[in-house]
Structures are given as C-alpha cells and as structure tokens.
C-alpha cells in the first residue's frame, strides 16, 4: 500500500467479499478488479487498493471570467483560475468536453501540479477564486479537498462545476470547503439521463437539495437544451415548478445551447429561439433570475433588479459592462439581491 505524490489513495472504497473493491464516491459504486478502472476512467485497483490516478495531474490552467462557469451572482466581473483532469463519472452522448472527460489517465502524462502548487498559481495571477471544472471534479474529490482546504487558508475561494452525482456520505467531504457551485442540470425526466447520461436524475435533485437545505454554498443550477431531446415547454415548466418549490425563487438558472459533438453529430445546434423561449417560460413560472448561454442576447445576460426590474449587472457574453449595485443591493430601490457580491 504505497502513496506517493503521483498515486494516490483513494479516500470512499471498501472490500467486497469477492476480493474487489467496490468506489464509493458516486451513486455507480463500481465494484472494482485488481487492475482495472472505475467507469470514471481515474480510479484503479492496484495490487487490492483503490488509487486516484487524477490526483495531482491537471490537463492544464486558465484564467476565464467567473461568469463562464457559468456564475452570474457571485464575485462577478472577476477572474477564476480553472482546471479538470480527464474522465468522468457521467456518460453524455452530447458531452461539450469529450476530449477529456473520455480520456483515461494512462493515454496522458501531464506534470504533477500539488495543492500547494495550485493555490501558488492562484496567488501568483491574483485571481479571488479557483474553479474545479472541465471534467467533474467529483472524480477528483480528493485533489478538490486538499486544494480548496489550502485555498481557504489564503482567502481564495472554491467553486465547483459539477453534474452533482456523488454519493451522500462522500458529498460532505468533496463539498466541505466549497463556496460556489453551478450544477449541470441535464434534463427534468428519467428517461433522458438514463439513455443519454447512464445515470440518474433523483441522484442530482438530492444533491440540489442538499446544497439548499444543509449548507451555505451558493450555487446556479445550468440547463443543456438539447433540440427535441429536453427543450419542450412542458419540460422546462415542469422543471421550473420543482425549482421554484425546492429551492426557491432566488436560485439563477441558465439555459445554455447545444451544439453538435461526440456521439450527438447528428442533432442540430439549438436554435437562439429556443433557448429564449426556455429562459421566458421559467420567468413567468416565478423564478427571478434567468440568463441565456452560448447565444449573443445581452437582454438575457443581464441581471436585473426583481422589484424595479432596473439592469444592474450588464453583460454582453461573459463580460460584465456595467455593474451598479451597492454592497448587493438595488441602487434605484435598495432591493436585496441574492448572490454573493
């Protein structure tokens, strides 16, 4: 059982009866042969241990505009230091990062990068944040906490881009140093995150849940609208509602556009419409803050004040332009806006 900066323990396994190790990171709870990989690609059994070959091992850094995670309310208009590993722990036919979520640690070789490392980085570029995204950073949960656990120390704050399919116990850990997050909410039915995802849709409203009801962390959920696979009115209504019951009005939602990639070449990008109708739909069911993505539509960008519905953040794609808000309020009516500014 040896550890070394370039292989290391995984922190959620346990021995089966069989003589494998069953992962106990995300609701797949791989069970595990000596020598093989976890559906995630970066977990592996070696010699009847389970190791995490991402940890420590980025595919690389950049410095990106907060709101393209995307975050809208918080710290907006300020950079984030992001990076992922390879795999993923959700399998997306219409995955937008397939390059490296679909790639095993074996087939790359990038530089070891320590926690210490990374938070310098951070430091170094004088950025407030640091984002885990690209990939899931679920799959390099314990990377995640022992960066975010040292960004603390320094006042750097932690987001996480993640589709929240992570194990309940294991959630607490990955999540305990965490600020924000955005969660990828893929669709609103079974059916679509059964035959596109191979995974689960209760699994990712728990997550959302718990991020409401047990913790602190702000977070935005973001919608994926795949022409006629999860952009129906009804869907989108429906998703509203639970939203708008579960989590509240204040929660900002964003409606993004597919476009054609991996095993979904054969769909067309979504049209510019449709995302705006999407974005109209869960206003008028309630929910106060909506924006567009990857579509040019400044009007859906912008944050705007609920009570006056005066523009106070505006935006033209991932680029604040004005922002007139006053200690996270309304300048015009002293509304209190939900975020963290």
């Known amino acids: 059982m040896n550890e070394n900066e370039n292989l290391k323990l995984a922190r959620w396994q346990e021995q089966t009866a069989n003589g494998k190790i069953r992962c106990t990171l995300c609701p797949r709870y791989c069970t595990i042969g000596t020598g093989q990989h976890g559906f995630c690609y970066i977990r592996q059994n070696i010699d009847g241990w389970l190791y995490s070959k991402g940890y420590g091992r980025p595919t690389g850094f950049a410095i990106d505009p907060i709101e393209k995670k995307p975050l809208n309310h918080f710290l907006p208009g300020t950079e984030i230091?992001?990076?992922?590993?390879?795999?993923c722990n959700l399998g997306c036919k219409f995955c937008q990062n397939w390059h490296i979520s679909k790639v095993k640690a074996d087939e790359e070789e990038p530089q070891y990068v320590s926690p210490e490392k990374v938070v310098k980085i951070?430091?170094?570029?004088?950025?407030?944040?640091?984002?885990?995204?690209?990939?899931?950073?679920?799959?390099?949960?314990?990377?995640?906490?022992?960066?975010?656990?040292?960004?603390?120390?320094?006042?750097?704050?932690?987001?996480?881009?993640?589709?929240?399919?992570?194990?309940?116990?294991?959630?607490?850990?990955?999540?305990?140093?965490?600020?924000?997050?955005?969660?990828?909410?893929?669709?609103?039915?079974?059916k679509f995150y059964h035959k596109f995802t191979s995974s689960h849709l209760d699994k990712i409203l728990d997550t959302l849940l718990w991020l409401k009801n047990e913790t602190d962390i702000w977070f935005e959920i973001t919608t994926l609208l795949i022409p006629g696979e999860n952009d129906s009115d009804e869907e989108i209504k429906r998703m509203s509602e639970w939203i708008l019951k579960n989590l509240g009005d204040s929660v900002p939602l964003h409606f993004t556009a597919?476009?054609?990639?991996?095993?979904?070449?054969?769909?067309?990008?979504?049209?510019?419409?449709?995302?705006?109708n999407a974005r109209r739909i869960a206003l008028n069911e309630g929910l106060l803050y909506c924006y567009v993505g990857n579509i040019h539509n400044p009007e859906g960008q912008t944050t705007y004040c609920p009570e006056?519905?005066?523009?106070?953040?505006?935006?033209?794609?991932?680029?604040?332009?004005?922002?007139?808000?006053?200690?996270g309020r309304c300048y015009n009516c002293n509304k209190k806006i939900a975020g963290v500014f």
Not at 167 to 172: I, W
Not at 258 to 276: E, L, Q, V, Y
Request: aromatic letters at 12%; one cysteine or more.
């Open 81 to 87: 230091l992001s990076f992922g590993t390879v795999g």
């Open 258 to 276: 597919f476009h054609p990639d991996f095993k979904m070449i054969d769909k067309s990008s979504t049209p510019a419409k449709s995302i705006n």
């Open 308 to 327: 006056c519905k005066e523009p106070l953040i505006i935006r033209d794609w991932h680029s604040v332009k004005i922002n007139k808000l006053r200690d």
């Open 122 to 190: 951070a430091k170094q570029y004088n950025v407030p944040s640091i984002a885990y995204t690209y990939n899931d950073p679920v799959i390099f949960g314990e990377y995640v906490i022992d960066i975010s656990k040292l960004a603390a120390e320094e006042e750097i704050k932690s987001v996480m881009v993640t589709a929240g399919y992570i194990d309940n116990e294991a959630r607490k850990d990955v999540f305990k140093y965490i600020d924000a997050a955005n969660v990828d909410l893929k669709a609103f039915t079974e």
